[in-house]
Every structure is written in C-alpha cells, then in structure tokens.
C-alpha cells in the first residue's frame, strides 16, 4: 500500500530539528531517541514510526487528503541507512571519539535536511540504484 508523500518529508523535518539539537548539544541521549525512531521507521515502516503518528494523527488531518503516493519501500531503506549513521554517531558520543558522533550526525543531519527542504530523499535514491543494478530474477 502506497503511503503519502508529505509524511516522510514531515519527518524528514523533525529528524532535522533533533539531529541538529544533537550537534548543538553533543547529546547522545538525543540521538539515542533518533536511533529508535530510524530503528521503528526501517522495521515497521516510515508510517508506523513516531513522527508517522504525529503526521497521521496532528498534521494529515489539518491538511487533508493526498494528492500524491509513493512506495513505501524508498523510504523504509532510508530510514535504515539514517539508523546506521545514527547507530555510529552513538558510539561516537557515548564512548568516543567525538569527532565520529559528529560526522555520523553531520551525514544524517545532511540528508535529512535535504528531504525535508528539497523532497530530495538520498537514501530512497540509493535504493533505486541498488535496485537497478541488481541482477535480474527470474
């Protein structure tokens, strides 16, 4: 089943918000939070995660329906690249060294800024190249 455009793209926006939170305050607490919510988006689906019930319950119905769908497989792969860059950014800022918490969080704060401003969404992007170049089944 399809989902709507504007949900990921509101996470995307929130993902901002905390991931650069996390840069201002070298807080791995505040990443850890982030990490379960990329952990959520890429198990359960961008939908089932907690910014996906904040847009389904607080924003969709304020702005109605949709007007455009996507796969929900794109973005479900994003969320798990962003848990990776997450998860490293953790072992940065809880046991160090620094500077690799804040490279990771730099990368998904980076790609999370690019959705959420541009609807550019480089994980789902990278999985349409994966998805090309892998050999045919059949």
Known sequence: MDIDVRGPRF???VTTVVLAAVLITSS???????TLCFAAGAVAGVQRSPYGWLFRR??????GPPTEAES???????QGVGLVFALLGLVGYAWGPQWLGMAATGCAL????LN???????????Y???RRAAPARG
Not at 28 to 34: D, E, S
Not at 110 to 113: D, E, I, L, W
């Open 11 to 13: 996470g995307a926006a």
């Open 28 to 34: 791995w607490v505040l990443l850890a939070w982030q």
């Open 58 to 63: 607080l924003i969709r119905p304020r702005i």
């Open 72 to 78: 929900p497989a794109p973005p479900r792969f994003a």
């Open 110 to 113: 980076a790609a999370a800024f």
């Open 116 to 126: 959420a401003a541009f609807s550019y969404c480089l994980g789902c992007e990278l």
């Open 128 to 130: 349409l190249l994966l």
